[in-house]
């Protein structure tokens, strides 16, 4: 799995031309799901993701978690992120879980998020979404479980 962490001040998503998903403070996720991806996998960026220490304590220092700050999450599906862009002009998703799998191992991050007490709010799977958010520092990291 692989998951774009990028931390905020607000974010949303909306659908249709109507907001599904809309978050105060906190993560904005992209999440990115390739074939050979299991539960573990969900297990392991679940619990790296709420204790990334990247929001600053009274010194000024990226020293708490999302979980220490009481921060929200949105997540989104995101299949581009194993595009491959190597050859050609147009990107290859061969690396991309199918949608069923990736589906299932999707709601079930957002699951594992929610049982460590985070509010999470989601786009729709497979829709075409419009993401808005004001990534702050910027704060944006790569989080990969393999």
Same mark, same amino acid.
Request: charged letters at 25%; glycine letters at 8%.
């Given at each position: 799995?692989?998951?774009?962490?990028?931390?905020? &001040?607000?974010?949303?998503?909306?659908?249709?031309? &109507?907001?599904?998903?809309?978050?105060?403070? +906190?993560?904005?996720?992209?999440? +990115? *799901?390739?074939?050979?991806?299991? =539960?573990?996998?969900?297990?392991? #960026?679940?619990? @790296? *993701?709420?204790?990334?220490?990247?929001?600053?304590?009274?010194?000024? @220092?990226?020293?708490?978690?999302?979980?220490?700050?009481?921060?929200? /999450? #949105?997540? /989104?599906?995101?299949?581009?992120?194993? +595009?491959?862009?190597?050859?050609?002009?147009?990107?290859?998703?061969?690396?991309?879980? &199918?949608? =069923? *799998?990736?589906?299932?191992?999707?709601?079930?991050?957002?699951? @594992?998020?929610?049982?460590?007490?985070? @509010?999470?709010?989601?786009?729709?799977?497979?829709?075409?979404?419009?993401?808005?958010?004001?990534?702050?520092?910027?704060?944006?990291? *790569?989080?990969?479980? &393999?």
């Amino acid at each position: 799995m692989r998951v774009v962490v990028q931390r905020t &001040k607000q974010a949303s998503v909306v659908v249709d031309e &109507k907001i599904v998903g809309q978050i105060e403070f +906190g993560f904005m996720l992209l999440v +990115g *799901i390739t074939h050979e991806d299991t =539960e573990a996998d969900v297990d392991f #960026l679940a619990e @790296k *993701i709420v204790n990334l220490r990247v929001f600053e304590d009274e010194a000024g @220092k990226m020293n708490l978690s999302l979980l220490d700050v009481g921060g929200q /999450i #949105l997540s /989104i599906s995101q299949f581009t992120l194993y +595009g491959d862009c190597r050859k050609g002009r147009r990107p290859n998703f061969m690396n991309a879980a &199918k949608p =069923e *799998i990736a589906e299932r191992l999707y709601h079930l991050l957002n699951e @594992k998020f929610r049982e460590k007490g985070v @509010k999470v709010e989601t786009g729709i799977f497979g829709a075409m979404m419009d993401v808005q958010l004001l990534n702050h520092g910027p704060v944006t990291l *790569i989080v990969e479980s &393999k």
